[in-house]
């Protein structure tokens, strides 16, 4: 498919997160101006400490690869 339309142009992979992949007490809202834009929430408190725990597990769960026809 992709070689079919876009020959030659770079491919952007991105990991996309499953609801199972959110710790607890963070949630995905769709942003109401962008409807491809998702914010990141916090929905419960906790210590910071938790907090940057949680968002480093989530950011070890994302990446993106940068022109992945090498690998394709």
Do not use: C
Not at 25 to 48: C, R, S
């Amino acid at each position: 498919m992709k070689k079919r339309f876009n020959e030659g142009e770079a491919i952007n992979v991105y990991w996309i997160l499953s609801g199972a992949d959110i710790p607890s007490g963070l949630k995905f809202e769709a942003d109401k101006k962008n409807k491809k834009h998702y914010f990141l929430t916090v929905t419960d408190k906790m210590p910071i400490d938790q907090l940057v725990k949680k968002l480093t597990r989530v950011a070890d769960g994302m990446s993106v690869i940068s022109d992945a026809r090498k690998a394709l």
